[in-house]
């Protein structure tokens, strides 16, 4: 059952009888998911995390098999391609004269302090930071900026990005598994999913303002 449809059940504005069969809810599920985790990617405001663990729920209680497999493909697909154009997108405003609305709102989203940090990262780590700054919230961004000041050529890019991808898919998966077996009913484990996923973004930066409280 799709989110929308357990949300709508819940609330009791749709009887159970009048939710779409599973066959109909994964016809329209998986693009959905598809969509809504490019447009997450291009335009860093939609809560993607949130909607592979929701997915991950849904799939989890699901009968059809490969649902969980389904869930995977399309998220990680969705992201990389997400992850790729804007990177694109990015090189293009920085060969730009004016630059571009795209490579602005990377430069946003990325902060002095963190772009320093990712850039000494990815200077000794390489490639290998692209996979962790998937998995860290707010991380994508800095690293991304980091790797475009760097002159990373979108080949080399790609390479990185394609692993970081699939890990971060894996890890929201595994968060909306975890949800959904705690719970009997598929709603309550996507509401689980939801809070567990914002908790997680929310925390490293609640920390970094706990470090910077002064003491006494």
């Given at each position: 059952?799709s989110?929308?449809?357990?949300?709508?059940?819940?609330?009791?504005?749709?009887?159970?009888?009048?939710?779409?069969?599973?066959?109909?809810?994964?016809?329209?599920?998986?693009?959905?998911?598809?969509l809504?985790?490019?447009?997450?990617?291009?335009?860093?405001?939609?809560?993607?995390?949130?909607?592979?663990?929701?997915?991950?729920?849904?799939?989890?209680?699901?009968?059809?098999?490969?649902?969980m497999?389904?869930?995977?493909?399309t998220?990680?697909?969705?992201?990389?391609?997400?992850?790729?154009?804007?990177?694109?997108?990015?090189?293009?405003?920085?060969?730009?004269?004016?630059?571009?609305?795209?490579?602005?709102a990377?430069?946003?989203?990325?902060?002095?302090?963190?772009?320093?940090?990712?850039?000494?990262?990815?200077?000794?780590?390489?490639?290998?930071?692209?996979?962790?700054?998937?998995?860290?919230?707010?991380?994508?961004?800095?690293?991304?900026?980091?790797?475009?000041?760097?002159?990373w050529?979108?080949?080399?890019?790609?390479?990185?990005?394609?692993?970081?991808?699939?890990?971060?898919?894996?890890?929201?998966?595994?968060?909306?598994?975890?949800?959904?077996?705690?719970?009997?009913?598929?709603?309550?484990?996507?509401?689980?999913?939801?809070?567990?996923?914002?908790?997680?973004?929310?925390?490293?930066?609640?920390w970094?303002?706990?470090?910077?409280?002064p003491?006494?």
């Amino acid at each position: 059952m799709s989110p929308a449809a357990l949300v709508l059940a819940a609330d009791g504005l749709v009887p159970p009888a009048a939710v779409a069969p599973e066959s109909t809810q994964q016809a329209i599920g998986y693009p959905s998911l598809f969509l809504l985790v490019l447009i997450g990617a291009l335009v860093p405001v939609v809560p993607t995390g949130a909607l592979v663990s929701s997915a991950a729920v849904v799939a989890f209680h699901q009968t059809a098999p490969f649902s969980m497999a389904l869930v995977f493909v399309t998220a990680s697909l969705a992201a990389f391609l997400g992850d790729v154009a804007l990177y694109w997108l990015g090189r293009r405003g920085m060969t730009s004269k004016n630059g571009s609305r795209w490579l602005e709102a990377i430069r946003e989203r990325a902060p002095e302090e963190r772009l320093a940090q990712a850039q000494e990262k990815l200077a000794d780590h390489g490639v290998a930071v692209l996979v962790l700054s998937r998995l860290v919230p707010a991380g994508r961004l800095p690293v991304m900026l980091a790797c475009l000041v760097a002159k990373w050529p979108l080949r080399r890019f790609v390479r990185g990005n394609l692993p970081a991808c699939l890990a971060w898919a894996a890890t929201y998966q595994l968060v909306g598994v975890l949800g959904g077996s705690l719970f009997p009913e598929p709603w309550e484990g996507v509401l689980a999913a939801i809070v567990l996923t914002v908790l997680i973004s929310v925390a490293p930066g609640l920390w970094r303002r706990v470090r910077r409280t002064p003491t006494g």
